[in-house]
DNA sequence: CTGTTAGCGCATTCAG
DNA sequence: CTGAATGCGCTAACAG
């Protein structure tokens, strides 16, 4: 039982320190708000006493309810599971302490009843932004939010009708460059393979530039095909299987080229049950993400600069918060090839041609 | 332009909806707090329509403001990019829903500056609750909180005299656990990789463990080793080879143990570089917590129960936050052993001695 | 430079 | 069953 402040239990209110201080309760809203040089020192020291004699803390829930401004800031995640959400998140964060703003984090789960429940959650918390990486909102319920005059940016992925900022990694680009590697190294056989895309706008893209870059490849010179792996039932699993046999049968150097991390690891761990401990040596695999384990497979990826996207959309929240009014902006952000041995050009070849 | 609802901006308060239905605010007030039956059905949908009508939403600060309570409960994550930390969360969220909390989720980054100053942040949005699983938050931090009326309870981790809730793995039998199972597979020499612990009650408890059930094993049978590897300074790794040398060469059946999947995954990339793809026969490993990529790498494991423990950490938050006064409690749940190709009996051996 | 006053949006007495 | 009044903790005019 050391210093019992009288604080007991019930926190103490600005009338406390004012009552404490001497003084009224504008002095010390002054001085909370920073507005030094306003007071005269003897006054300030008094209250700067008060305020540490009752362990003080200014409640922001008044102070947002008068103000109209909570500095709160809404982030909804769909899946913090996947390393790019948290990579993103770090980003968020870290900008959010740059401009004063408290993120909220709301995790989805991948459940789409959870985003909407939370979306309505944020809005009853009076957020002042909302950052959206999700899975499954739809127009409308983001829609409200516009008008409600809440802005909002999405991550990762744009949602069909709404015009808002967005911000993301160049897929385009990324996949232009991803293919080239392969090309470069050999491989004449791509096989892209991506989770069920029509509602997942980065999952369209990347699909199309990986339709796109080997059709202005030339087909003579490399062939693709896109596969569709659901992660909850993988049995697509039994065509890659087959296409790869088939190449192999052919002489043809393939390469399987995942759409993101859950892709790349539902793959590998398929390979490795097939193929055994070795199966890099039987297929090249990359993907795009680089989560932590693809050093420890030695497998290539395009890295995503996650940690400016989840900054750069809180610049553009920020900016709407303050009261920017522009058209909806899109920032894409370019990737970055980490090449390791899974795309070797020694790696994975049947028969050994080319090489020095 | 399609439905502009004269909301021109600012969202729609309790008065609004109020005169919208023709009656006073208590009557909303009401009928938002569920008091049912108190209104006349009549009442009741004309409160309903004008709800509907000017998509109100309560807002939760004014309510919290005036309540007393907001709902709020604090979440103080050490490190995101830790899958251990996510899955706790999750067993969180689900059960603050259950509950009907909204949980504010702060994460440090692995900085202690950061911790302080989210729990700082927490205190100032009045959360009621907090749950913590921090790196370095000091017992007096804490208890600030504590003092103030403010629930806490700990996650992984006890702080140094600070009493509290505590929920987390069973480490002694966990580890406890382990070491039978290696020792069944015929491995005779432990060495246990742990990062600095003295700090981290979990960690030491770990050790501890490890220590105590070698010694009670008998140092004829089983030899063990604690060895201490710092993350940012992996300079103790050549010690660990060195070990490794060592037991191979007097024809000794050695196995790692890692603390935690950080540590695990920093020894297996070593590994992986010094004795190439096919570290995995050339040395076992094992460690506390399932990451995503133990089953690509086919490392046995002890799996935390995470989710209960987030769950659980829960429970006794609300309890408190409901008033219960009762003594500090300590929940120690059972982690589960997943065994897999790295510690088969099989494995790793300079010279197979055993097996049928 | 400093104190007084009036709400922010809502829940709660307390009277109809 | 319903509504008018009061105040939660704080900021923002307004006066001294």
Redesign the pocket.
């Known amino acids: 039982m050391a210093r019992d402040n009288f604080s007991n239990d019930?926190?103490a209110?600005?009338?406390d320190?004012a009552r404490e201080a001497?003084?009224?309760?504008?002095?010390?809203?002054?001085y909370?708000?920073g507005e030094t040089?306003?007071?005269?020192t003897?006054?300030?020291e008094r209250i700067e006493e008060a305020i540490a004699k009752l362990d003080?803390?200014?409640?922001q829930m008044?102070?947002g309810?008068?103000?109209?401004r909570n500095r709160l800031v809404g982030m909804l995640v769909a899946d913090l599971t996947n390393p790019y959400s948290v990579e993103v998140l770090q980003g968020v964060e870290a900008a959010c302490h740059a401009y004063g703003y408290m993120p909220l984090i709301c995790h989805a789960a991948n459940e789409v009843d959870l985003e909407r429940r939370y979306l309505q959650l944020l809005t009853t918390y009076r957020v002042e932004g909302v950052i959206v990486n999700a899975l499954g909102v739809k127009e409308d319920t983001l829609e409200s939010l516009t008008r409600g005059g809440v802005p909002v940016v999405l991550v990762d992925r744009a949602v069909e009708g709404l015009v808002t900022d967005m911000v993301g990694l160049d897929n385009t680009e990324a996949v232009r460059m991803a293919i080239r590697h392969l090309v470069s190294q050999g491989f004449d056989e791509l096989l892209f393979v991506v989770q069920p895309y029509a509602q997942v706008s980065s999952r369209r893209m990347r699909e199309a530039a990986f339709r796109d870059t080997i059709g202005a490849l030339g087909v003579s010179r490399v062939s693709g095909a896109t596969i569709v792996l659901d992660l909850d039932n993988d049995e697509t699993l039994v065509e890659i299987d087959a296409r790869i046999d088939a190449a192999q049968r052919q002489n043809r150097r393939i390469a399987l080229f995942a759409a993101n991390a859950p892709v790349a690891l539902r793959v590998a761990l398929h390979l490795k049950d097939r193929h055994g401990v070795d199966w890099q040596r039987r297929v090249a695999l990359m993907s795009i993400d680089d989560s932590e384990w693809a050093e420890l497979a030695g497998m290539t990826t395009v890295r995503q600069p996650t940690y400016s996207i989840g900054e750069r959309a809180v610049e553009f929240l920020h900016e709407r918060i303050e009261g920017a009014v522009v058209a909806a902006r899109e920032c894409l952000l370019p990737g970055e090839l980490v090449v390791r041995a899974s795309t070797s050009a020694m790696a994975s070849s049947p028969t050994n041609h080319g090489g020095t």
Chains 1, 2 share one sequence.
Request: proline residues 3%.
């Open positions: 019930r926190r209110t600005i009338t320190v001497g003084t009224g309760k504008t002095s010390i809203s002054r909370l708000n040089g306003v007071l005269s003897e006054l300030r003080y803390r200014p409640n008044a102070r309810l008068k103000r109209g």
